[in-house]
């Protein structure tokens, strides 16, 4: 491949000189038409020839060296070969036509981790300092799929901000997802209404666990107050047990346990809490809710002995290392 582009370059230089030979010979004659016809089979030869001799914007470059050979007749054409012989050679080495490999840059420790020049700010950070306001919308922005339990406090706190547009897009935020949970509520009653338990009871058993966790959402992202709260926890309670009937699992308990304690039923919260760990739920995760549940018996002393037990990886969750740390005198 590469004798082949130098045989065809040669050939199209020969020809450009060739052309513009002969049509300084009819200029010679006073054959314009024909004179201008034969400089221009020549510039667009050259032209060609340039294209290809040149490192970037072939295009471009091949356009203006042939304007300024067809400026100048004769002379331009000769100073354009002039010009691209040292190019025109360079390019004459057997690699000319084939793929050339380009050496991969030495990553640093900066690229290698392009969130270190990121601001790595929590999201409350950002809606409580003074950030620019393109910054706490995307802040907002990010909480739109984060957990319940971290994002809709975060989004009631961004109902109180200086700029209408985070308000705004907060309270869009919080009003989708409480239509969603209504819908599921909805959807999931319907479906019940017309499939009996007696049908399937995994089946249903699972249908009544959506519909416990949709009830619970709404109280624990604080959608409901008063009465409302009251009927949707005893709504939670009610299918998270059918379902725990059917088919008892870690899951449907630690739900259980924490309805429980949103009623202020330590003791139940209790139960269902070691029926948790029994099914494979982490000591880690019951924890936290087994401390709250001494906290409302009023077994103070019980708390700090609760929190020992657990590793450091599992306080690094968001709240938990404040209270650990807490009733642990500082040692977390």
């Given at each position: 491949m590469g004798q082949l582009g130098v045989l065809r370059t040669t050939?199209?230089?020969?020809?450009?000189?060739?052309?513009?030979?002969?049509?300084?010979?009819?200029?010679?004659?006073?054959?314009?038409?024909?004179?201008?016809?034969?400089?221009?089979?020549?510039?667009?030869?050259?032209?060609?020839?340039?294209?290809?001799a040149a490192t970037a914007?072939?295009?471009?470059?091949?356009?203006?060296?042939?304007?300024?050979?067809?400026?100048?007749?004769?002379?331009?054409?000769?100073?354009?070969?002039?010009?691209?012989?040292?190019?025109?050679?360079?390019?004459?080495?057997?690699?000319?036509?084939?793929?050339?490999?380009?050496?991969?840059?030495?990553?640093?420790?900066e690229l290698a981790r392009p969130h270190a020049s990121c601001d790595a700010s929590p999201v409350e950070e950002v809606l409580l300092g003074s950030a620019s306001l393109e910054r706490r919308v995307a802040a907002v922005m990010a909480l739109r799929r984060m957990d319940a339990k971290r994002a809709v406090p975060l989004l009631r706190l961004s109902l109180g901000d200086d700029a209408e547009d985070v308000r705004l897009l907060a309270y869009a935020i919080l009003e989708r997802r409480e239509k969603e949970l209504r819908a599921d509520i909805a959807a999931g009653l319907s479906q019940l209404a017309a499939q009996p338990l007696t049908d399937d009871r995994l089946a249903s058993a699972t249908l009544l666990q959506r519909l416990a966790e949709a009830h619970w959402e709404l109280v624990r992202g604080e959608y409901v107050q008063g009465d409302a709260e009251t009927q949707n926890l005893q709504a939670s309670a009610r299918h998270a047990q059918a379902a725990f009937a059917a088919r008892p699992t870690g899951t449907l308990a630690l739900l259980l346990a924490r309805i429980s304690l949103r009623r202020g039923q330590a003791e139940h919260a209790v139960g269902y809490l070691a029926t948790a760990q029994a099914s494979g739920v982490s000591r880690?995760?019951?924890?936290?809710?087994?401390?709250?549940?001494?906290?409302?018996?009023?077994?103070?002393?019980?708390?700090?002995?609760?929190?020992?037990?657990?590793?450091?990886?599992?306080?690094?969750?968001?709240?938990?290392?404040?209270?650990?740390?807490?009733?642990?005198?500082?040692?977390?």
């Open positions: 050939l199209a230089c020969g020809l450009g000189l060739a052309a513009e030979g002969c049509g300084v010979v009819q200029l010679l004659r006073e054959q314009w038409w024909c004179a201008s016809a034969l400089h221009g089979v020549a510039v667009l030869s050259l032209g060609w020839v340039a294209a290809r914007n072939a295009l471009g470059a091949g356009t203006a060296v042939a304007l300024i050979a067809f400026s100048l007749p004769g002379v331009g054409c000769a100073g354009l070969v002039l010009s691209l012989l040292p190019s025109w050679c360079g390019r004459l080495g057997p690699e000319a036509d084939v793929v050339v490999e380009l050496e991969t840059p030495a990553f640093g420790d880690a995760v019951c924890v936290p809710l087994l401390a709250e549940a001494a906290f409302l018996q009023r077994r103070y002393e019980r708390i700090p002995e609760l929190w020992s037990g657990v590793s450091g990886w599992a306080l690094q969750r968001p709240g938990v290392l404040e209270v650990a740390d807490f009733w642990r005198g500082g040692e977390a």
